[in-house]
């Protein structure tokens, strides 16, 4: 049973530390996106949530804009709108250029 547990405590221990966030980790986290503050998205594709600031976000929609224009947004979204709330994450480097990537593809593949 020890042994069970130390194995237990390893498996949620490793992902965080040895790996880079997944996308989705990306999405929701406080510390990374915090994108599930503003966003929501379609049922089974993240946590459901009632936040509306910005809006919902939906695989038909995002294939539409295509991934170079959903970059260009996540990266810095006050060049297509100089008023927005939403946060200029590669310019303020709040995420890195490898962490948006993650999230542009995460995006594109929406239900
Ligand atoms: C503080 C609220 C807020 C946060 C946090 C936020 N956004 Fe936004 N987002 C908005 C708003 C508001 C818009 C509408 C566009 C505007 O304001 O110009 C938007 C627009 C978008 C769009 C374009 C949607 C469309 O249909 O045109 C995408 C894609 C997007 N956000 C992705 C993200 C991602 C990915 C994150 C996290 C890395 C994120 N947003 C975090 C508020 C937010």
Request: charged share 25%; with cysteine; net charge positive.
């Amino acid at each position: 049973m020890p042994r069970a547990a130390a194995l237990l405590a390893c498996a949620i221990a490793l992902p965080s530390a040895a790996q880079s966030p997944a996308a989705l980790e990306l999405f929701v986290r406080r510390d990374k996106g915090h994108c599930i503050a503003c966003h929501q998205v379609p049922a089974g594709a993240g946590p459901a949530t009632r936040a509306d600031l910005g809006p919902r976000l939906e695989g038909p929609r995002m294939r539409e804009m295509g991934k170079r224009a959903l970059r260009a947004i996540v990266v810095d979204p006050t060049v297509a709108n100089p008023d927005t709330v939403m946060p200029p994450y590669g310019r303020h480097r709040l995420l890195d250029a490898a962490e948006i990537e993650r999230l542009v593809d995460y995006l594109h593949a929406l239900p």
